[in-house]
């Protein structure tokens, strides 16, 4: 009882009684059916914009029509291959796995489970966490309509209409997915993207006769009622869920608003969306340009919605609050200071979902370059590491204006998020030191990151799935596959239901030097307070400056006797490298090397090499070397 009692306390002093208040009136506004009623099924089908109007009244996008767009590119063997894999219906999932769905597809079947969703059922009673179904994310993933972005690029650089599948893809999915039931208006997010990405198919098909009068009046039926439920439901991703859930759905309300005025409630969508982006924007992005999911890819989420938004904004004479176009810069400053040069690839840190929502190059899903090059353009920064396909598509030149996005040897640090970067000729070490003030989403303070010559040799694991196992959830969410310490069994922080931790770890200090040799790194957070509250783990770093080396000293003050201090590295490339190790009696450890595992795409778990040092000292030093 005690301990339950503990974990409310942890609850309502993370998440505050604004978000304790809201979940349990949402649960009531569930279970009693009030949702049900906010949220009809079936509404009696309304024409608010005929195809003829919409276009007589261009309103500006990206690209008035596939007809104007001013940009030629050979078509690539990728994207023909590309083309010719999803015309046979065979779809990559999240930058990766493939299945066949068919014809037919049902869009309510998730492929990796073969669980088929109630379509009929509201959406407030489907189980996004049904260990039967499995990850409904297997679902969402072809509901975002991200693959449109394969037909249209290969429609513009072949010369080949590919319309008719664009639009049966969309009139196929409208057909089988009623309004306010089934999986796929479980999410706002999910609704928000699939409006995006529709939009930009409907603006490139403009003139095209296979968007007839029917088929648009189907969708901007659609349209309404979809924005009217982000709208309505708004309050879950701004107070229960607060990341870049509300950062989309905010951009999406914005975005229909503008793009649609003729629609019921248009004019407050946009002004409500404009104020809400704005606000979220200046919460979830910090300072120095961090982000507070703690998530390299899902910073890559948001700044490629702030392309959207402050392109579409210009376009339409509008302005956001100045605080945007700050943290957009910010951003692209703290990414680019954390990019692999050669790669463009960043640390797998934090939760990679697989998410990567208007892929408009040939890129590699892990490069970053693409989007972040896409938004220096549209603020005008210039952007030093290559031109990509992204920036054509959003109408954008080549920024002249000088910027400060050159990587350079030496070390940033980015305080706000906790992040510590130290580059050399040939290698980039990654520390994360960090305050939670928002939710973490996995148990990894102090981890640390290594690149050697564009190779990623110690490696970050990703997150695999949302609704796995529950050794794959520990294993990934927690410690264990991050390289940093834990002791026993423990990680740093008490797991929760779903995405909750208890005894949230904090920075208490950093502290860095440097001399011709080397840089020092010294961080000591509070970690493992559901073990004791007085237990503090220090990591101490050299990385020398002119050999591939790296010393890593971890302390942990006030350990309970007996128990173990395991140091944790995880690498793809167990040749490459050379550890040493002893305690602070000098006593040299011999590794334990055994198995770990790798998520760089979501749904997808590979093996790489675990060694874990073990001591029952409070002291582990490891000397690593690239040999």
């Not at 998440?15 to 979940?23: N, S, T, V």
């Not at 005025?261 to 407050?268: D, E, I, T, V």
């Not at 910010?330 to 998410?355: C, H, I, R, V």
């Not at 582990?620 to 690239?626: E, F, K, Q, S, Y």
Request: with cysteine; aromatic share 16%; net charge neutral.
């Amino acid at each position: 009882m005690f301990a339950k009692v503990q974990r409310a306390g942890q609850l309502i002093g993370n998440m505050g009684w604004r978000y304790i208040f809201f979940r349990l009136g949402f649960e009531l506004k569930k279970r009693t059916g009030m949702h049900k009623k906010a949220f009809p099924v079936q509404p009696a089908h309304k024409t608010f914009l005929s195809l003829d109007e919409w276009r007589r009244n261009y309103i500006p996008f990206f690209f008035k029509s596939r007809e104007e767009i001013a940009f030629n590119l050979p078509l690539s063997k990728q994207l023909e291959k590309d083309h010719a894999q999803i015309s046979a219906h065979n779809f990559t999932f999240f930058s990766s796995l493939e299945y066949k769905l068919g014809p037919g597809y049902d869009w309510l079947t998730n492929p990796d489970t073969g669980y088929s969703y109630n379509g009929k059922a509201h959406w407030t009673e489907i189980n996004d966490y049904s260990q039967a179904a499995g990850d409904i994310k297997f679902v969402w993933e072809p509901s975002r309509f991200s693959h449109l972005y394969t037909f249209i690029r290969y429609d513009k650089h072949s010369g080949k209409d590919c319309s008719v599948p664009v639009f049966g893809e969309i009139s196929n999915w409208i057909g089988a997915n009623t309004i306010n039931q089934g999986p796929n208006f479980k999410c706002s997010q999910e609704i928000s993207l699939r409006m995006m990405n529709w939009i930009f198919a409907l603006y490139y098909y403009r003139n095209s006769p296979s968007l007839t009068e029917e088929l648009f009046d189907k969708i901007q039926h659609y349209l309404y009622w979809q924005t009217r439920h982000v709208y309505d439901n708004i309050d879950f991703s701004r107070i229960a869920v607060r990341n870049n859930h509300a950062i989309t759905e905010t951009l999406a309300l914005y975005i229909v608003g503008t793009l649609f005025p003729q629609l019921p409630g248009a004019a407050k969508w946009k002004k409500d969306g404009k104020r809400w982006f704005e606000e979220e924007i200046a919460y979830q992005v910090y300072e120095d340009g961090t982000f507070l999911q703690f998530s390299m890819n899902y910073h890559r989420v948001v700044v490629q919605l702030m392309t959207w938004a402050i392109r579409l904004a210009e376009l339409n004479d509008e302005r956001f609050a100045d605080v945007v176009y700050d943290r957009a810069a910010k951003s692209l400053q703290f990414l680019t200071a954390a990019m692999d040069e050669t790669t463009g690839w960043l640390p797998n840190y934090g939760a990679n979902d697989g998410a990567l929502f208007f892929k408009l190059s040939d890129s590699h899903f892990r490069d970053y370059r693409p989007q972040l090059e896409a938004l220096s353009n549209a603020l005008g920064m210039k952007w030093p590491y290559g031109h990509y396909e992204d920036s054509d598509w959003y109408g954008l030149k080549p920024a002249e204006y000088k910027s400060d996005l050159l990587i350079q040897t030496g070390y940033r640090s980015f305080n706000k998020g906790g992040y510590h970067i130290y580059r050399s000729a040939d290698s980039v070490s990654f520390v994360r030191c960090g305050d939670h003030k928002d939710r973490p989403s996995q148990a990894d303070n102090l981890h640390l990151d290594i690149w050697h010559k564009g190779i990623n040799v110690l490696h970050d694991a990703g997150s695999y799935k949302y609704n796995a196992d529950q050794s794959d959830l520990k294993y990934f969410m927690g410690t264990r596959s991050h390289n940093t310490v834990m002791l026993d069994d423990y990680d740093q922080m008490e797991k929760g239901a779903r995405f909750i931790w208890y005894y949230w770890t904090q920075c208490e200090s950093v502290k860095t030097n440097e001399t011709g040799e080397y840089f020092l790194f010294e961080g000591t957070i509070r970690a493992f307070q559901h073990i004791n509250k007085n237990i503090r783990h220090t990591r101490k770093i050299t990385v020398y400056k002119n050999a591939a080396i790296w010393q890593v000293e971890d302390i942990i003050d006030n350990k309970p006797p007996g128990m173990a201090l395991t140091q944790l590295w995880h690498t793809c490339y167990p040749g490459m490298l050379k550890f040493e190790s002893s305690t602070a009696l000098e006593q040299t450890l011999k590794p334990a090397i055994g198995t770990g595992y790798y998520s760089s795409f979501y749904g997808k778990k590979e093996k790489c090499t675990e060694i874990a040092f073990a001591t029952n000292e409070n002291r582990l030093a490891t000397r690593i070397t690239v040999i």
